[in-house]
């Protein structure tokens, strides 16, 4: 269950011998930067060789994965909610965003300095939740954003070559991503890539890392929670734009999946009155 306000930092350290062999997803943005080492990121259909100091960056429902390459890896993740970007949504837009940030990321020597500062200072105020560490806390997360947007390269990703079971899964949730607002069954999806529903139902979850019935509800309950902060539409309006063909089945999945009920949601973040 996703928190409505979630903002996690952790660190590991990886040996070579270290991959994720199925793609995942998840509710919530990431940021992914190798600290040390180098490895293979997976990002949809594109593959990605990071190197010490470059940096992902993945929004919600976007299947990736890792494989570690060097001796030694160590990598910091922070994984946060909408409200934490919100405000650098609202100032360039969707566009400019996927184009500039929403990828992965390359930093000279001197950005990745300004970026270590700044991440010293997240981790401080993470850490000690005074009362005023919540906005310390978002101004050092914005100028981290803004930095990256202004003094990163976009790394060019190479496309996977799609002949294989793994990658079929991919072109599926790209096409779910595509066309979440319409009715999508699991026999109309199997049919579509030429499998069997059944075999296509296990290797979703395999190679994916959740059913497909779960993935999908997922990302229209994601959507959905970005529309009940940025428009005045009522929940049912937005649970049909969202692909619910039942507005109480809406209320029932948005409410397990977050914990409060999409009008709870929206009077919690305080953007819609």
């Avoid at 040996?15 to 180098?38: D, K, P, R, V």
């Avoid at 390459?69 to 946060?80: D, Q, S, T, W």
């Avoid at 650098?88 to 929403?102: C, H, K, P, Y």
């Avoid at 930095?147 to 294989?164: E, Q, V």
């Amino acid at each position: 269950m996703a928190s409505p306000n979630r903002f996690e930092i952790s660190e590991q350290t990886h040996s070579a011998n270290f991959a994720m062999y199925n793609f995942h997803s998840h509710s919530w943005y990431e940021i992914f930067y190798l600290q040390s080492g180098q490895c293979t990121f997976y990002i949809q259909d594109k593959t990605y060789l990071m190197n010490e100091g470059d940096i992902a960056v993945i929004p919600p429902d976007i299947p990736h994965k890792t494989a570690y390459l060097a001796e030694v890896n160590k990598r910091l993740c922070i994984e946060f909610s909408a409200n934490y970007i919100q405000p650098v949504i609202s100032m360039f837009g969707n566009e400019t965003l996927d184009s500039r940030l929403f990828t992965v990321l390359h930093n000279s020597t001197e950005n990745t300095a300004f970026l270590d500062s700044l991440i010293l200072n997240i981790i401080n105020e993470h850490k000690q939740r005074d009362y005023i560490s919540p906005a310390f806390l978002n101004v050092y997360f914005q100028e981290f954003i803004l930095r990256l947007m202004r003094g990163s390269i976009p790394l060019d990703g190479r496309t996977i070559d799609f002949n294989n079971s793994s990658n079929t899964m991919q072109l599926a949730v790209n096409y779910i991503n595509e066309n979440f607002q319409s009715r999508l069954t699991l026999s109309d999806i199997a049919e579509r890539f030429h499998l069997n529903p059944s075999y296509f139902s296990k290797r979703f979850k395999t190679v994916i890392g959740t059913g497909f019935k779960e993935y999908i509800n997922n990302l229209r309950i994601t959507k959905s929670e970005k529309m009940l902060l940025e428009t005045n539409k009522n929940i049912t309006e937005i649970a049909f734009e969202c692909g619910f063909e039942n507005s109480n089945y809406y209320g029932d999945a948005f409410k397990q999946k977050n914990g409060v009920s999409p009008t709870e949601y929206r009077k919690l973040k305080g953007n819609i009155k």
